[in-house]
C-alpha cells in the first residue's frame, strides 16, 4: 500500500487512491465574503454530514512573485511547497471558522497562526471551547 507521487496535487492523490472523481475548488478565486461564505458552508455542511473528503493544499512557490520570500514564509510556517493535507475537522467557535489540517509526512509542524506555538489567538475562551490544551499539542505531530 501506500503512495509515493512527485509533488502533490489533493484531487489526482484522492483519485488515485480511491477511484472517485473529485470536486477542486481554489480559494485564491474567492474574492468576495458571499463566495467565501457559500464554500465554507457547502464544506462544513457536506463534511458533518460525512458526504466528503477534504484536503486541502500548497502550490508550486515559483509560479509566484517573489518566490524567495514565499520560500521563507513556507519554512518559517512549517508548509511544504507542492504537498496536500488532510482535513480532519471542520469548526466554527467563537465566531472563528477553523480547520483542523494534518500534514499526513509528520516531518514538518504548522508554525503559524493557531498553531501550539501561537500564544496570541488563543484564548482562554477558545481553548476550553475547542477542549485544546497548546502544550500537550506540541508533543504530537
Known sequence: GGYDFPGSNSGIDLYSLTGWIPEAHELKILNTKQLRSKRWNGMYNAFHKGD??????????????????????????????????????????????????????????????????????WTKELKSALHYDPDKEKEND
Open 52 to 121: 466528503v473528503l477534504i484536503t486541502v493544499a500548497t502550490g508550486d512557490v515559483e509560479n509566484f512573485g517573489d518566490s524567495d520570500k514565499l520560500k521563507m514564509c513556507f519554512e518559517n510556517g512549517g508548509l511544504i511547497p507542492r504537498h496536500a493535507y488532510s482535513v480532519l475537522n471542520i469548526v466554527e467557535v467563537l465566531g472563528k471558522k477553523l480547520l483542523q489540517v494534518k500534514n499526513p509526512w509528520s516531518k514538518k509542524r504548522w508554525r503559524g497562526i493557531y498553531s501550539p506555538f501561537d500564544e496570541g489567538n
